[in-house]
Antibody, heavy 119, light 108 residues
Framework: QVQLQESGPGLVKPSETLSLTCTVSGGSINSFYWSWIRQSPGKGLEWLGYIYYSGSTDYSPSLKSRLTISLDTSKNQFSLRLSSVTAADTAVYYC?????????????WGQGTMVTVSS | EIVLTQSPGTLSLSPGERATLSCRASQSVRSNHLAWYQQKPGQAPRPLMFGASLRATGIPDRFSGSGSGTDFTLTISRVEPEDFAVYYCQQYGGSPITFGQGTRLEIK
């Protein structure tokens, strides 16, 4: 059974870069599409983007200028970097595995990690 | 971007009653690529349905999905105590993927 676990700082200062890592266990990252989703009280669930094991990506247009998703196959991990953060980026961040397609249902989720943007 | 509007915002029912949750899209969802999730406090969303009407692995048959185009429904035939939670719809027919704002199913 594949499992995902997010890790990273819980507090980030405004204007800095938010960095999170998702570690995949119970399966190889060398297949499937891998996504980041966040959930905030103000905006609900928001898809951020995905990466394929080949390295191809797609990002939400609203975040495209600030977001980078990458992967490290040797560590079975993929990561998120969100630059120039503001309080609006405060949310629970989830990593997830797509069922099969680039745009798809998310059938495996991490437990989520809370990130607060504050000075 | 496809906007998903869920109704009602809150649904108050007693165990054993039938629950009907609605998800309306601002434009047609390609290939009925519409999913439903259940979320309980402190947990990640759990997939219930995909392709509008296909149950995800391990989901009991009291959950069913229907609809096409812009109007979709999640039905729980007889609500069990463990079903009280928040339910979200998600469209994956086009980028960006979008979610509805959720329907809270609460105990009456």
């Amino acid at each position: 059974q594949v499992q995902l676990q997010e890790s990273g700082p819980g507090l980030v200062k405004p204007s800095e870069t938010l960095s999170l890592t998702c570690t995949v266990s119970g399966g190889s990252i060398n297949s499937f599409y891998w996504s980041w989703i966040r959930q905030s009280p103000g905006k609900g669930l928001e898809w951020l983007g995905y990466i394929y094991y080949s390295g191809s990506t797609d990002y939400s247009p609203s975040l495209k200028s600030r977001l980078t998703i990458s992967l490290d196959t040797s560590k079975n991990q993929f990561s998120l970097r969100l630059s120039s953060v503001t309080a609006a980026d405060t949310a629970v961040y989830y990593c997830a595995r797509n069922q099969l397609l680039p745009l798809d249902v998310f059938n495996h989720w991490g437990q989520g990690t809370m990130v607060t943007v504050s000075s | 971007e496809i906007v998903l509007t869920q109704s009602p915002g809150t649904l108050s029912l007693s165990p054993g009653e039938r629950a009907t949750l609605s998800c309306r899209a601002s434009q047609s969802v390609r290939s009925n690529h519409l999913a439903w999730y259940q979320q309980k406090p402190g947990q990640a969303p759990r997939p219930l349905m995909f392709g509008a009407s296909l149950r995800a692995t391990g989901i009991p048959d009291r959950f069913s999905g229907s609809g096409s185009g812009t109007d979709f429904t999640l039905t729980i035939s007889r609500v069990e105590p463990e079903d009280f939670a928040v339910y979200y719809c998600q469209q994956y027919g086009g980028s960006p993927i979008t979610f509805g704002q959720g329907t809270r199913l609460e105990i009456k």
